[in-house]
């Protein structure tokens, strides 16, 4: 069953079109790649299957509701993490988890719980009052994903969320999207880095505004005869 379904989704700025009429679809549960270089259109896209940014054109359909003419609803039941830190430097890890339960409408009694099994969860329960700014950049990136997370969402899309950040917590980080993904959530990942495509189910790849392949990463090399990612992503961007 398709969670996210999109049908020549096109989004133009004047002349230039950052997406140009990509169509897929993305099983429930699955852990899906949004893989291209830098500025290939992967965060437009994401800007519009989220409610951020309306489309030009095209159509796509998110957790059953139209992100077009059904926004609200679409931001209802998603969760999103940015590729800069997404929580609030000046506040405490526990008031930031506080004011992000409030946004995604919680009762006060669940934020409670919530944030005891998150704090246990990430084993943070000694620092929940001292500022998430005063946090290493990987703790930050765990925190934001968790908290993306806190609503329990059907899905949660995820814009470069190991962008910056050592190789160990990269992997790290990438536990926790498995974990994520085994309880049911439908993962959404847009990255640069080649080699984390090979830790997703299937991926799409990205350049110049267009989706140029799509398949699993065991396929993608198998077609281009390649030995990795990384060289799949090469020969498809030199056409």
């Known amino acids: 069953m398709s969670i996210i379904s999109t ?3 096109t989004r133009s700025f004047g002349a230039f079109t950052a997406v140009n009429a990509i169509t897929f679809d993305v099983k429930e549960g699955e852990i899906f790649g949004f893989l291209g270089a830098n500025g290939a259109g992967k965060t437009t896209a994401l800007k519009m299957l989220t409610g951020l940014l ?3 054109s095209g159509k796509a359909m ?3 509701y139209d992100v077009w003419r059904e ?3 679409v931001k209802r039941r998603i969760g999103y993490m940015s ?3 997404s929580l609030y430097e000046d506040l405490t890890i526990r008031e930031n988890i506080r004011l992000f339960g409030g946004i995604y409408g919680l009762r006060l009694a669940d934020i409670k719980t919530k944030t005891a099994r998150l704090l246990e969860k990430l084993a943070l329960e000694a620092d929940a009052d001292k500022l998430v700014g005063a946090l290493p950049l990987g703790w930050k990136q765990k925190l934001a994903f968790s908290v993306a997370l806190l609503h329990e969402p059907r899905i949660v899309f995820l814009d470069e969320p190991t962008s910056g950040v050592d190789p160990l917590t990269r992997r790290q980080f990438w536990e926790l ?3 994520a993904a085994h309880i049911g959530v439908t993962l959404m990942v847009t990255t640069h880095f080649m080699e984390e495509a090979e830790y997703c189910g299937r991926v799409s790849m990205m350049v110049d505004g267009r989706i ?3 398949d699993t990463p065991r396929n993608l090399k198998t077609q281009y005869d390649a030995k990795n990612m990384d060289e799949v ?3 498809i961007a030199r056409g």
């Open 7 to 9: 049908e020549k989704l």
């Open 54 to 56: 309306a489309p030009t």
């Open 62 to 64: 998110v957790a059953g």
């Open 71 to 73: 926004p609200e609803q």
């Open 83 to 85: 590729q800069r830190f």
């Open 177 to 179: 999207i498995y974990e």
């Open 212 to 214: 140029e392949a799509l």
């Open 233 to 235: 992503f090469r020969k």
